[in-house]
Nanobody, 124 residues
Framework: HVQLVESGGDSVQAGGSLRLSCAVS????????IGWFRQVSGKEREGVAS???????TYTDSVKGRFTVSKDNAQNTVYLQMNNLKPEDTAMYYC???????????????????WGQGTQVTVS
């Protein structure tokens, strides 16, 4: 049974930092692509960052230089370090896994089979 659980969301002031965690169970997180997405109410879910099985990261342009995705294989956990947060980063953040690919190649949400419940990030 594959399960992803996000945590670490909070309310912060602009310029602040947060670290989101995505605890993975049911499969080894170092084998497949894991993505971070965010969604604002009324808008489509958008890809933010992803990490390949070999640790290679990908970022959407709006977060490059501010967000860092990483993983701890021993803890089976993926992280999203978010620095210099801006009000436009406010959203519900989700992690998801694509069990069909070891490398991440798309932000298409339909490609990811399992999702966490989300964690809210609010930047004011």
């Amino acid at each position: 049974h594959v399960q992803l659980v996000e945590s670490g969301g909070d309310s912060v002031q602009a310029g602040g930092s947060l670290r989101l965690s995505c605890a993975v169970s049911g499969y080894p997180a170092n084998k497949f692509c894991i993505g971070w997405f965010r969604q604002v109410s009324g808008k489509e879910r958008e890809g933010v960052a992803s990490i390949d099985s070999d640790g290679g990261p990908t970022y959407t342009d709006s977060v490059k230089g501010r967000f860092t995705v990483s993983k701890d294989n021993a803890q089976n956990t993926v992280y999203l370090q978010m620095n210099n947060l801006k009000p436009e980063d406010t959203a519900m953040y989700y992690c998801a896994v694509d069990l069909t690919h070891s490398s991440c190649y798309t932000w298409n949400t339909a490609t990811y089979q399992h999702w966490g419940q989300g964690t809210q990030v609010t930047v004011s």
